[in-house]
C-alpha cells in the first residue's frame, strides 16, 4: 500500500515539473505592438513645406505580452522604419522628424524582429509589428499673403510622373519635394527647378517649362498658378 501511495506521489510531482517547464517555454510572448500616438500632422495649408523642416515628435511603443498578460513599452527595443525617409525620418530612439522636402502621408513602423519572452526563450519566431501614420499637409497658399498690387502671389506646383524617382529643388527656395507639392512666389519671380533623380532611376525631362522639355535645371516665370510635371524613369 506504502508503494503505491509512493507511486502515486511521484507521477503527481513528474506531471507537476513537466507543466511547469511548459509554461515557462510560454512566459511573455509578445504578440502586437501598439505606437502612440496613431497618428500626427505637421504643418498646414498655408505654410510652405519647407518650413516644416526639423520638426520631432517623441514616439512610443507598447508591446502586449501573454503568459501573463501585460503592455510594457518597448520603445528602444524595437526596430524603426519610414517608409517615405525623403518626407520624414525616424531615429533609433522613435524620434521622427520632418525633412521638409515632400508632402502626404507616410507609415512609420516598429518591429521586434523576433519573437522571444522576456527570458530569452524562442517561441514562434515571427514578425510582430506596429504602424502609425505621419503626415505633413501639402502648401496651397491657402491663407497666403499678396503679391503686387494686392493680388494672391501665384503659386507654383509641382507634379511627378514615371516609374522611377527622384527630387526637385528651386531657387529661389520654397520647393523641395519627392513628391507632389506647392509653393508660393511673388508674381513676376523666375524660378529655377533641379531636378535631381535617386538610386538608380534617370531624369525623363519636364513638362510646362518656359525653357522646353529637357533642360535641366529649367526655369518659371510665375504671373499666374501653375503646375509642372517633372517625369523619373
Same mark, same amino acid.
Given at each position: 500500500?506504502?508503494?503505491?501511495? =509512493? +507511486?502515486?506521489?511521484?507521477?503527481?510531482? #513528474?506531471?507537476?515539473?513537466?507543466?511547469? =517547464?511548459?509554461?515557462?517555454?510560454?512566459? *511573455?510572448?509578445?504578440?502586437? #505592438?501598439?505606437?502612440?500616438?496613431?497618428?500626427?500632422?505637421?504643418?498646414?495649408?498655408?505654410?510652405?513645406?519647407?518650413?516644416?523642416?526639423?520638426? *520631432?515628435?517623441q514616439l512610443r511603443a507598447l508591446g502586449s505580452y501573454i503568459h501573463p498578460p501585460v503592455t510594457k513599452d518597448i520603445t528602444n527595443q524595437v526596430t524603426?522604419?519610414? /517608409?517615405?525617409?525623403?518626407?520624414?525620418?525616424? /531615429?533609433?530612439?522613435?524620434?521622427?522628424?520632418? @525633412?521638409?522636402?515632400?508632402?502626404?502621408?507616410?507609415?512609420? +513602423?516598429?518591429?521586434?524582429?523576433? /519573437?522571444? +519572452?522576456?527570458?530569452?526563450?524562442? +517561441?514562434?519566431?515571427?514578425l510582430v509589428t506596429g504602424f502609425m501614420t505621419g503626415n505633413v499637409t501639402c502648401f496651397t497658399g491657402t491663407g497666403g499673403g499678396g503679391g503686387g498690387g494686392g493680388g494672391a502671389a501665384p503659386i507654383l506646383s509641382l507634379a511627378f510622373s514615371g516609374n522611377g524617382s527622384g527630387t526637385v529643388t528651386s531657387n529661389p527656395s520654397g520647393l523641395g519635394c519627392a513628391s507632389a507639392c506647392a509653393a508660393q512666389f511673388a508674381s513676376g519671380t523666375t524660378v529655377t527647378l533641379t531636378a535631381t533623380p535617386t538610386g538608380t532611376s534617370s531624369f525623363g525631362g519636364w513638362?510646362?517649362?518656359? @525653357?522646353?522639355?529637357?533642360? /535641366?535645371?529649367?526655369?518659371?516665370?510665375? @504671373?499666374?498658378?501653375?503646375?509642372v510635371t517633372a517625369t523619373f524613369n
Amino acid at each position: 500500500m506504502i508503494r503505491k501511495w =509512493l +507511486s502515486i506521489t511521484l507521477l503527481v510531482a #513528474i506531471a507537476a515539473v513537466i507543466l511547469s =517547464l511548459s509554461s515557462c517555454g510560454r512566459e *511573455q510572448q509578445l504578440v502586437s #505592438i501598439q505606437i502612440q500616438p496613431s497618428t500626427e500632422t505637421f504643418g498646414a495649408s498655408d505654410i510652405p513645406v519647407i518650413a516644416n523642416a526639423g520638426a *520631432q515628435l517623441q514616439l512610443r511603443a507598447l508591446g502586449s505580452y501573454i503568459h501573463p498578460p501585460v503592455t510594457k513599452d518597448i520603445t528602444n527595443q524595437v526596430t524603426w522604419t519610414s /517608409n517615405t525617409p525623403q518626407m520624414m525620418t525616424v /531615429n533609433s530612439s522613435g524620434v521622427i522628424t520632418v @525633412t521638409g522636402l515632400a508632402c502626404g502621408a507616410t507609415l512609420v +513602423s516598429a518591429t521586434v524582429t523576433t /519573437n522571444m +519572452s522576456a527570458g530569452g526563450i524562442s +517561441s514562434s519566431g515571427a514578425l510582430v509589428t506596429g504602424f502609425m501614420t505621419g503626415n505633413v499637409t501639402c502648401f496651397t497658399g491657402t491663407g497666403g499673403g499678396g503679391g503686387g498690387g494686392g493680388g494672391a502671389a501665384p503659386i507654383l506646383s509641382l507634379a511627378f510622373s514615371g516609374n522611377g524617382s527622384g527630387t526637385v529643388t528651386s531657387n529661389p527656395s520654397g520647393l523641395g519635394c519627392a513628391s507632389a507639392c506647392a509653393a508660393q512666389f511673388a508674381s513676376g519671380t523666375t524660378v529655377t527647378l533641379t531636378a535631381t533623380p535617386t538610386g538608380t532611376s534617370s531624369f525623363g525631362g519636364w513638362s510646362n517649362c518656359d @525653357t522646353g522639355t529637357s533642360v /535641366n535645371p529649367c526655369s518659371v516665370t510665375l @504671373t499666374a498658378n501653375r503646375t509642372v510635371t517633372a517625369t523619373f524613369n
